[in-house]
């Protein structure tokens, strides 16, 4: 790479000695520009280069994880979902979703799986309320990844979601991961992860009997120590740009009605 500077470095010393311009290897170099500004023009070209070869490396590293299309269950809840074909694969389903310009998220991230219910309103126990995610399904307890690069904020046990994590990727953006049968040693509240690294198995935890599934949020705002992740407001997945806020009364963390889900899933085929 260095030996790339020398023919540019000699007609720049040239240009400074009131020689004409010269070409040296197709290369011509402004006599107006200094010494100094060509180094540091071409260190900047350079450097963008690594930056776009290390963005890319990035990108198919995680398509060799994260889903690049989901099914919805055969049979399920079938609550809010996304447009989908004969084959039940989603359409415009997109792997990675930008959630702002310096944010990008797995819409899916699990090994396997369908989804068999998704964001919006929908009625339970003759109450309709939102359901703050995707609830993703599989007959085992396949690996769920984190969807990006963060710390861990919360990893605990709640009646409603049981184990589960909340990861901050930054930028007042957050994902939760709720129902897990297990989480890996270590990963406690204020552990880094990197995207696609594995943070747990899907599970059936809760205080109320569920199926196997993944419950996963994505939620933005200030984390405010008094509600904790429970004042976050909700994205809607599918639509990442629709924000939902939650009225203050609904922020209580109080108990509500159980809420079952029993379905019978059918899995993806597995990934080459």
């Given at each position: 790479?260095?030996?790339?500077?020398?023919?540019?470095?000699?007609?720049?010393?040239?240009?400074?000695?009131?020689?004409?311009?010269?070409?040296?290897?197709r290369?011509v170099v402004?006599?107006?520009?200094?010494?100094?500004?060509?180094?540091?023009?071409?260190h900047?070209?350079?450097?963008?280069i690594?930056?776009?070869?290390?963005?890319?490396?990035?990108?198919?590293r995680?398509?060799g994880?994260?889903?690049?299309e989901?099914?919805?269950?055969?049979?399920?809840?079938?609550?809010?979902?996304?447009?989908?074909?004969?084959?039940?694969?989603?359409?415009?389903?997109?792997?990675?979703?930008?959630?702002?310009?310096?944010?990008?998220?797995?819409?899916?991230?699990?090994?396997?799986?369908?989804?068999?219910?998704?964001?919006?309103?929908?009625?339970?126990n003759e109450?309709?309320?939102l359901?703050?995610?995707?609830?993703?399904?599989?007959y085992n307890?396949?690996?769920?990844?984190?969807?990006?690069?963060?710390?861990?904020?919360?990893?605990e046990?709640?009646?409603q979601?049981?184990k589960?994590?909340?990861?901050?990727?930054?930028?007042?953006?957050?994902?939760?991961y709720?129902h897990?049968?297990s989480?890996?040693?270590?990963?406690?509240?204020?552990?880094?992860?990197?995207?696609?690294?594995?943070?747990?198995?899907?599970?059936?935890?809760?205080?109320?009997?569920?199926?196997?599934?993944?419950?996963?949020e994505?939620?933005?705002?200030?984390?405010?120590?008094?509600?904790?992740?429970f004042g976050?407001?909700?994205?809607?997945?599918?639509?990442?740009?629709t924000?939902?806020?939650?009225p203050?009364?609904?922020?209580?963390?109080t108990?509500?009605?159980?809420?079952?889900?029993?379905?019978?899933?059918?899995?993806?085929?597995k990934?080459?």
């Amino acid at each position: 790479m260095f030996s790339s500077f020398i023919p540019n470095i000699v007609a720049a010393i040239l240009s400074v000695s009131g020689a004409d311009t010269l070409s040296v290897d197709r290369n011509v170099v402004d006599p107006t520009i200094s010494l100094i500004e060509h180094i540091h023009s071409e260190h900047l070209i350079t450097k963008a280069i690594d930056k776009q070869e290390k963005a890319e490396a990035e990108e198919k590293r995680l398509a060799g994880i994260f889903l690049q299309e989901l099914k919805v269950c055969y049979h399920g809840a079938h609550q809010n979902i996304p447009a989908y074909d004969k084959l039940h694969t989603i359409k415009n389903f997109k792997p990675m979703i930008e959630i702002n310009e310096n944010l990008s998220l797995a819409t899916a991230p699990v090994a396997e799986g369908c989804l068999f219910s998704g964001f919006g309103m929908r009625t339970r126990n003759e109450r309709v309320r939102l359901h703050k995610g995707w609830d993703i399904a599989h007959y085992n307890p396949v690996d769920i990844y984190a969807a990006g690069a963060g710390k861990i904020k919360e990893s605990e046990y709640h009646y409603q979601y049981g184990k589960m994590i909340l990861i901050d990727h930054g930028y007042g953006v957050y994902t939760r991961y709720a129902h897990l049968d297990s989480i890996p040693e270590g990963l406690t509240e204020g552990a880094i992860v990197l995207a696609g690294q594995i943070i747990g198995t899907m599970g059936t935890t809760a205080d109320v009997p569920v199926g196997r599934h993944l419950h996963y949020e994505i939620l933005t705002g200030k984390y405010n120590e008094q509600w904790g992740s429970f004042g976050l407001r909700p994205v809607n997945i599918a639509s990442p740009e629709t924000i939902h806020s939650q009225p203050e009364n609904h922020l209580r963390k109080t108990k509500s009605e159980p809420v079952r889900f029993f379905f019978t899933v059918k899995p993806n085929k597995k990934r080459a």
